[in-house]
């Protein structure tokens, strides 16, 4: 099995031991994001929804960084630290795919890194 490392500087770099994503056999893992503005290093959340697209921005760097679409993404899952806030983070996301969603699963935690609100996680498929 060949592991290929997936890094890019349009992303926010890891905070911990580990890559931004890793493609093995055609398939990308993407290491769960959180708002951290690459340029910046700081972290864009104002509020949920400007959170929540810098996730999905941070997200479609390193899809494009392995040369892949959110077409391309078959499952996700999402972290969020309150449930009733579902709607809010569900109306961005949805807008980043064209239909064609992928599986999902969003589960509630009690604290993320930098104690932000969301975290997205995805696999994609080439």
Do not use: W
């Amino acid at each position: 099995m060949e592991k290929k490392i997936i890094n890019t500087k349009n992303a926010p770099p890891p905070i911990g031991p580990y890559n931004q994503a890793i493609e093995v056999n055609g398939t990308l893992y993407i290491a769960g994001q959180v708002c951290i503005d690459a340029a910046t290093g700081d972290l864009k959340n104002k509020d949920l929804q400007e959170e929540t697209n810098q996730v999905m921005h941070n997200l479609k760097a390193i899809l494009q960084e392995a040369g892949m679409s959110f077409n391309n993404v078959v499952k996700t899952t999402i972290f969020l630290t309150d449930m009733n806030r579902f709607g809010e983070v569900n109306e961005i996301y949805g807008k980043y795919f064209d239909g064609s969603f992928p599986a999902r699963e969003t589960v509630q935690v009690s604290a993320l890194p930098k104690f932000v609100n969301v975290e997205i996680s995805m696999i994609a498929v080439k």
